[in-house]
């Protein structure tokens, strides 16, 4: 399942601009579940059910980590829980900051999986490619570099591993020996890479003035829509943020805005949002079910 990645890249581009902005800035307690929710269920989606395993053993330490440290080094807020041996208060308000930082933390970390998964190099190059386009390919490289490298240095483990250098046998000294020239290994292919991709680029007259570029995205009516959903609910959103309708303070005391018509209106918007693709995924879905029972 991976519909929203065929829609035009520009309809893929500006909705995980409003996704990600939103998850990092707004700090209402119901905007992380919703952001962490919609994210996590995403990632899941386009990565399948091994994405869960994954996303919980780099997501639990993170939080543990954000959630426990703020609380020791921020003693902010009006209502205190207890005093720590070194005589700080612990305050419910900076327990709950943690909370929330930790919970931002994790959301836009799945959001960014699920743009690396949409977004590949050829759409932003596409999108950026003219307007600038030497810091588009670096960025483009830079995305693509992660990956790729992860994929080499595994390669490169199990080659030197049937040659007995394994990192996790031997002596201490040994392992250090053969850790290092892996890595000798992938700074070499790290360079060799980035000078073959520079020179084959520049063969290519990319950057030049007047140089054309084939395109295999077209926007239609499908993209229309879509892009329009997603700008309409994205700035209603941010104009009900900018309005107070999502605010929340955690210092001195948890303070929240009022409960409004126009305040539920905002965060059912923001949560249409953050549902988009999933939305797309399950209707695409259940059209191909369709069809295929009239079969």
Same mark, same amino acid.
């Given at each position: 399942?991976?519909?929203?990645?065929?829609?035009?890249?520009?309809?893929?581009?500006?909705?995980?601009?409003?996704?990600?902005?939103?998850?990092?800035?707004?700090?209402?307690?119901?905007?992380?579940?919703?952001?962490?929710?919609?994210?996590?269920?995403?990632?899941? %989606?386009?990565?399948? $059910?091994?994405?869960? $395993?994954?996303?919980?053993?780099?997501?639990?330490?993170?939080?543990?980590?954000?959630?426990?440290?703020?609380?020791?080094?921020?003693?902010?807020?009006?209502?205190?829980?207890?005093?720590?041996?070194?005589?700080?208060?612990?305050?419910?308000?900076?327990?709950?900051?943690?909370?929330?930082?930790?919970?931002?933390?994790?959301?836009?970390?799945?959001?960014?999986?699920?743009?690396?998964?949409?977004?590949?190099?050829?759409?932003?190059?596409?999108?950026?490619?003219?307007?600038?386009?030497?810091?588009?390919?670096?960025?483009?490289?830079?995305?693509?570099?992660?990956? *790729?490298?992860?994929?080499?240095?595994?390669?490169?483990?199990?080659?030197?591993?049937? %040659?007995?250098?394994?990192?996790?046998?031997?002596?201490?000294?040994?392992?250090? *020996?053969?850790?290092?020239?892996?890595?000798?290994?992938?700074?070499?292919?790290?360079?060799?890479?980035?000078?073959?991709?520079?020179?084959?680029?520049?063969?290519?007259?990319?950057?030049?003035?007047? *140089?054309?570029?084939?395109?295999?995205?077209?926007?239609?009516?499908?993209?229309?829509?879509?892009?329009?959903?997603?700008?309409?609910?994205?700035?209603?959103?941010?104009?009900?943020?900018?309005?107070?309708?999502? *605010?929340?303070?955690?210092?001195?005391?948890?303070?929240?805005?009022?409960?409004?018509?126009?305040?539920?209106?905002?965060?059912?918007?923001?949560?249409?949002?953050?549902?988009?693709?999933?939305?797309?995924?399950?209707?695409?879905?259940?059209?191909? $079910?369709?069809? $295929?029972?009239?079969?």
């Amino acid at each position: 399942m991976n519909e929203f990645k065929t829609y035009h890249p520009i309809v893929n581009f500006v909705y995980f601009i409003f996704v990600i902005g939103f998850s990092v800035f707004l700090m209402h307690p119901v905007c992380l579940l919703v952001s962490f929710m919609c994210g996590f269920s995403y990632s899941v %989606m386009l990565k399948g $059910k091994g994405a869960i $395993k994954t996303n919980l053993i780099y997501m639990l330490p993170v939080m543990l980590a954000s959630a426990i440290i703020n609380p020791a080094f921020n003693h902010e807020g009006a209502t205190i829980i207890t005093y720590l041996p070194s005589q700080n208060p612990l305050t419910l308000e900076s327990v709950a900051y943690g909370l929330g930082a930790a919970l931002m933390l994790v959301s836009v970390i799945c959001w960014f999986s699920c743009y690396n998964e949409i977004m590949t190099s050829d759409k932003f190059i596409y999108l950026f490619g003219r307007i600038i386009p030497s810091l588009s390919l670096v960025i483009s490289m830079t995305l693509r570099f992660v990956p *790729r490298f992860s994929a080499q240095l595994k390669i490169v483990a199990n080659a030197q591993k049937c %040659m007995g250098r394994d990192v996790f046998c031997g002596s201490i000294i040994q392992r250090a *020996r053969h850790g290092i020239c892996i890595l000798s290994i992938m700074t070499a292919w790290a360079l060799e890479n980035a000078i073959e991709t520079a020179d084959s680029m520049r063969s290519r007259g990319y950057g030049h003035p007047g *140089r054309t570029a084939f395109s295999i995205f077209t926007f239609d009516k499908r993209d229309k829509n879509a892009l329009l959903c997603i700008a309409v609910l994205g700035i209603y959103t941010l104009a009900g943020n900018m309005a107070g309708a999502m *605010r929340f303070s955690y210092f001195p005391a948890m303070e929240s805005s009022e409960l409004s018509v126009f305040g539920i209106s905002v965060l059912a918007a923001y949560f249409a949002l953050c549902m988009c693709p999933i939305i797309i995924e399950l209707w695409e879905a259940g059209k191909w $079910k369709t069809i $295929k029972s009239k079969i």
